[in-house]
């Protein structure tokens, strides 16, 4: 509040894949490599994440008989983890949700994968995000923070409110029955990411800016 927006640039982070930029999805065939549809979340175990969500979503998807695959990716609260779990149980889906830990490198576990859930309650630059786009995945987001900054619903993935395991499940349910949107918005999200979060353009923006504070025009 005590600057003036025109001194506010916001400047996205360059992101880099491990082992380079993700392969294009045009040239990848078919709705995905699983024999069911396979989501990914990946992140801190904690509520704001909203892993439970994803949870819901597919116990929700499994009482109108949608199988789906989830894989539960990355550590963190022992306490959140055992209410996931239990959800799981309780639900009767423990064959349809893997929890994996922490991985060092998640590139292999998205390419494998045919959605990326974004369930975060309060994400700011949603690194996850970018990622699951560098991999030709469409992503499903919660409406919320700065995920619809980079998740334009329907073009690269669909939003929905955070919270609402229904919508949650209704936006699973529709890309599922949509491969060829779904293909379309993962081939949508590469296009755009490979070129708007380069480590290239972000420094070359930072320059920029440098170099207009030291001629004194910020």
């Not at 904690?46 to 439970?52: A, E, T, V």
């Not at 550590?75 to 009767?92: M, S």
């Not at 959605?115 to 992503?139: D, H």
């Not at 420094?203 to 025009?217: N, P, T, Y």
Request: aromatic share 8%.
């Amino acid at each position: 509040q005590y600057i003036s927006p025109t001194k506010v640039q916001v400047i996205y982070d360059g992101v880099q894949l491990e082992g380079g930029v993700g392969s294009d999805p045009k040239t990848k065939q078919g709705w995905g490599q699983m024999s069911i549809p396979t989501l990914v979340i990946v992140g801190l175990l904690h509520p704001g994440k909203g892993q439970m969500d994803a949870v819901l979503a597919v116990a929700e998807l499994a009482k109108q008989g949608i199988q789906v695959k989830l894989r539960v990716v990355g550590d963190g609260d022992p306490g959140y983890l055992k209410q996931l779990k239990r959800a799981v149980v309780q639900n009767g889906i423990e064959e349809y949700i893997e929890f994996t830990g922490y991985v060092d490198n998640i590139v292999p576990i998205m390419n494998s994968a045919d959605i990326i859930l974004v369930c975060s309650r309060s994400e700011a630059f949603g690194r996850v995000t970018v990622e699951g786009m560098l991999c030709g995945k469409p992503i499903i987001g919660a409406r919320s923070g700065a995920t619809p900054e980079l998740v334009k619903d329907g073009f690269n993935g669909l939003l929905y409110e955070p919270g609402d395991y229904h919508d949650l499940a209704e936006k699973i349910k529709y890309l599922v029955n949509h491969p060829k949107e779904a293909r379309q918005m993962g081939i949508n999200g590469f296009e755009w990411a490979s070129k708007e979060f380069t480590i290239e353009k972000c420094a070359s923006q930072v320059f920029d800016i440098l170099q207009e504070a030291v001629r004194g025009k910020c």
